[in-house]
């Protein structure tokens, strides 16, 4: 059980007693933790008598393995924490005084807002160019929608990113697909080095707070640069941020190429935010039937199965992980017909063993299931999206209607299936809250679609380290890493039932040290 360090020396030996351990399989109520991993396990009156160096009493404080976040947008959750929150405006004006607000503070200063959602809106639209252009007296205003595939921007920033005629742009400042990759672009630009490192920082405090010790970033060429990625993944090789496991949505078509930009990024795939389609609440997600609100409209394929098979065939051969951002039907029709396709080209062993990934995967039938897990795909979900968006009244019934609604997100199909999930919060789309995502699962819309708390605790620990291809972290057993969170909730896992209050991190552990403490 003792550990020496490289000099030889003995590291010191620490007892976790009087817990409410567990990994969502083994329960126990002491560990000891030495030289950053757990040497031993099981129950306080059975701890072995060899010298421990500290004890710690945790008063039957509920203690996990650290949470995975398998989907989230570093610097821009650090940006959305910086910026002004519109999820809360019930009204046009209401959010335009929010915004007014923080043009006010900041004077000159580009402005950042957020999740504004015009479903909530009594107005029933979102405001214009003009509207923000009065508001702020001209200032430089990117408002993302809660799905951050479509936004507004004020005069100025349309102006800079010659966004007025491109595609996607409405022509009162609402834009989406090209003209919001326009806009986004300008608005980066306005975007200094130092602020980024501000908003790295912030989002890496607020994960560890949340009890959030992984991250898998998604970066990807329309979303963000390679220079904000190289940020992020430095940021977390620093001591005392959460472990980053980088992923770079850029499409390739040779093994070669593949592995150079894998190398040259250092991310573990070229996957994440590879988008086949775009979202339902911006009506870009690929659908086999038209949109229930929109006539005739049934989303968009950014990519054909050829180009997937060919992503997806060069990143096997180059032993990497592959993926992409799949939401609609007919985009998982898409992304499936690749898979197989290049399950065909490299071999079904090969493509299973690489473990491919797809992330949000919100539209499954059952022919999808039982392929995905054939192809021994992981499905990286958000519960969130269904306890923000399910339901009768939810905006996946005004953009499906009631039947396709009630089929989204289907995640005790997924996992019956055999399909591995991976859960995620898709920050800043929705916020760093695993037990809520939990709470999601556990009291998903749909009952046959619930799952129990330690199913989701599994899914959000050991799933996320299954996503990124390592079987073997995310329990609490001897020889693994001591990445831990205690917990203020007392005796085990919460009900999470409505109204029970989420647990608060008390102590976030990774490899033995201490990263947040408020025991
Ligand atoms: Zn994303």
């Known amino acids: 059980m003792t550990a020496t360090d490289r000099a030889g020396r003995r590291a010191p030996v620490a007892l976790l007693t009087d817990g409410a351990f567990t990994d969502g399989e083994a329960t126990f109520s002491a560990m000891i933790v030495s030289g950053g991993l757990i040497r031993w396990t099981g129950h306080a009156q059975d701890v072995p008598t060899e010298s421990v160096d500290e004890i710690v009493r945790l008063e039957n404080r509920l203690v996990t ?34 915004v007014a607000i923080a043009a006010a503070q900041h004077p000159g200063r580009p402005v950042y807002a957020y999740s504004w959602d015009e479903t909530d809106w009594a107005e029933q639209r979102p405001f214009t160019s003009a509207e923000l252009d009065r508001a702020t007296s001209g ?65 890496m405090r607020a994960s560890l707070e949340a009890g959030i010790g992984v991250l898998h970033e998604m970066g990807a060429p329309v979303l963000t640069s390679e220079e904000d990625l190289l940020a992020v993944l430095a940021a977390g090789r620093r001591p005392n941020t959460p472990e980053v496991v980088g992923y770079w949505g850029q499409l390739v078509t040779s093994a070669d190429e593949a592995s150079a930009l894998a190398a040259r990024l250092g991310v573990q795939g070229l996957a994440g935010d590879l988008n086949v389609d775009g979202s339902i609440g911006s009506r870009t997600a690929a659908l086999r039937e038209p949109y229930a609100d929109a006539i005739g409209m049934d989303g968009f394929a950014y990519l054909s199965p050829e180009e997937v098979a060919v992503h997806v065939a060069a990143c096997t051969r180059a032993g990497l992980q592959a993926g992409f951002h799949v939401i609609g039907d007919a985009g998982m029709d898409c992304a499936i017909e690749g898979l197989q396709r290049a399950a065909a080209d490299v071999g079904a062993g090969a493509l299973g063993g690489a473990r491919h990934r797809l992330e949000h995967a919100e539209m499954c039938h059952p022919e999808h299931l039982t392929a995905l897990a054939d192809l021994g795909v992981v499905a990286s979900v958000q519960p969130a999206f269904d306890a923000h968006w399910g339901g009768s009244e939810g905006m996946y019934a005004a953009r499906l209607g009631a039947e396709r609604s009630s089929r989204t997100n289907p995640f005790a199909d997924l996992v019956g299936a055999g399909v591995q999930l991976a859960l995620g919060s898709d920050s800043p789309v929705t916020p760093f809250a695993p037990w809520e995502a939990m709470r999601a699962c556990v009291l998903h819309h749909q009952k046959d679609q619930r799952l129990d708390v330690a199913t989701a605790l599994r899914l959000h620990t050991r799933g996320g380290h299954a996503a990124a291809r390592d079987d073997r972290a995310g329990r609490l057993v001897p020889g693994a890493a001591a990445s831990y969170v205690v917990w203020d909730q007392r005796g085990g896992l919460p009900s999470l039932r409505d109204g029970v209050a989420a647990p608060v991190a008390m102590r976030t552990v990774l490899r033995g040290t201490a990263v947040l403490d408020r025991l």
């Open 139 to 203: 200032a430089d205003v990117y408002a993302t929608r809660i799905d951050m595939h479509s936004a507004c921007a004020s005069s100025t920033l349309m102006d800079r990113a010659q966004a007025w005629h491109a595609p996607g742009s409405d022509g009162t400042g609402l834009i989406a697909r090209d003209a919001h990759h326009l806009v986004r672009e300008a608005h980066r630009g306005g975007v200094t080095a130092q602020d980024r490192g501000h908003f790295i920082d912030t989002a």
């Open 65 to 98: 393995p650290v949470l995975v976040d398998a989907h989230v947008h570093t610097s821009d959750t650090g940006q959305a924490l910086a910026g002004v929150d519109l999820s809360g405006a019930r009204s046009v004006s209401q959010a335009l005084d929010l």
